[in-house]
Structures are given as C-alpha cells and as structure tokens.
C-alpha cells in the first residue's frame, strides 16, 4: 500500500526557508486522481491544511499561506516537496504529508508519521 | 478559531457509546462531503470515515459517520481504552477555497 515518509531539516532559524520533502512509496505520484498534501499541527493544537499538488504541476493553497508557500513535485523520484519562506517562531509544528483524494472527494489517507519543524535562531 | 466547531472533549465507560459533533455552515460541511480522523497520542492523523459515513478497509465498524444539514456527527460504540484519542473532522470550504478541519475531540475512556 501506498506510504509517505517526510524529510528535512528539523531546526530553521527566523526569516529562513522551511524546506520539506515527502517520498511516496508503494504507488505512483503520477497515477492521476490523488492530490499530494501539507498539513501541519502547532504543539498542542488542531490540524492546519497548508496546501496541495496534482501530478501535472497544479497547486492549491490555503490563502491565509499562499504568499509563502511553494509546493512543487519531482515525478520522477516519487516525491513532493514543501518551501515555506520567512519563517518565525509561529511556524513550529508537526508537518505532515498526505495524500489527498480528488475527484468530487476530500479525504486524506494515509498519512506520514509526520516531521517536527523547530524555528529558533 | 476553527471553521468546523467540535467539543473540546467528551468521555465515557468502556463498553459505552459516545458521539462527536462537527458543526459547520453550508460553505463546507452543507455542500462537501465529511471525513474524520483519529489521532493517536503520538502518532499521525488516521482517516476514520470519509465521504459523510463510509469506514476505510480495516475501521471496525463500531466507528460510524452521518451528516445532516450542517453538521457531521461520527459515532462510536462499545468504547475501548484504545479509542482514547483526538478526534477531527474536515472538509472543504467553497468560499474559503481552503481545507478546513475541527478543533478537534479529546476521547477520554473512564
């Protein structure tokens, strides 16, 4: 079955670029119908949707991060990747991805065992 | 402040039934299909139900999901110590154009 295993640096100082990387196995990121996913959870709180990816190179954004976020995809490698620019202490948290069913549809299943982001100088 | 309002906790004794409400407006929950999620303590986010009320492969169907209206309710019978978790819903939003998820569910079983 399909898995998700994020990668990157887990200490980034203020005003820096959070750079993450999630790498899909036992499926094809370009097998169409799926939308690949950030979410990411402050200490302690509920579950932010940060944005997602298609295939083809189309984004998706939540508005309230669009002016920093880039979510771009490596079809060939099977894997996808988040930037997050000018980071501060309000952008610590879990980041997870997730794969995100299209079609009309919008679950998010399976998920990766997710990546502490610790932003302090 | 979340978009979908969820109860900061609920509990209840093993063997017992508790439900979870989902509140929203008909930017999402009205007009978008409903999925939960189970976390955990520790762990990553579990799809639990998707599209309003249907299980994934391998979710006992002790775990169930409805909607009506406006809000989403998941239920869950025969509590076990092991459903101790947080609980989310989520769902699109049309006028937000974003993703949108509860505050989430804290599931103590006493």
């Known amino acids: 079955q399909v898995q998700l295993q994020e990668s990157g640096p887990g200490l980034v100082k203020p005003s820096q670029t959070l750079s993450l990387t999630c790498t899909v196995s036992g499926g094809s990121i370009s097998s169409g119908g799926y939308y690949w996913s950030w979410i990411r959870q402050h200490p302690g709180k509920g579950l932010e949707w940060i944005g997602y990816i298609y295939y083809s190179g189309s984004t998706y954004y939540n508005p309230s991060l669009k002016s920093r976020v880039t979510i771009s995809v490596d079809t060939s490698k099977n894997q996808f990747s988040l930037k997050l620019s000018s980071v501060t202490a309000a952008d610590t948290a879990v980041y997870y991805c997730a794969r995100r069913r299209g079609l009309g549809h919008n679950w998010f299943d399976p998920w990766g065992q997710g990546t502490l982001v610790t932003v302090s100088s | 402040q979340s978009v979908l309002t969820q109860p900061p906790s609920v509990s209840a004794a093993p063997g017992q039934k508790v439900t979870i409400s989902c509140s929203g407006s008909?930017?999402?929950?009205?007009?978008?299909?409903v999925s939960w999620y189970q976390q955990l303590p520790g762990t990553a986010p579990k799809l639990l139900i998707y599209?309003?009320?249907k299980r994934p492969s391998g979710i006992p169907d002790r775990f169930s999901g409805s909607k009506s209206g406006t809000s989403a309710t998941l239920g869950i019978t025969g509590l076990q110590t092991g459903d101790e978790a947080d609980y989310y819903c989520?769902?699109?939003?049309?006028?937000?154009?974003?993703?949108?998820f509860g505050g989430g569910t804290k599931l103590t079983v006493l």
């Open positions: 008909s930017s999402n929950i009205g007009n978008n299909y």
């Open positions: 599209d309003n009320n």
């Open positions: 989520g769902t699109w939003d049309s006028s937000l154009s974003a993703e949108v």
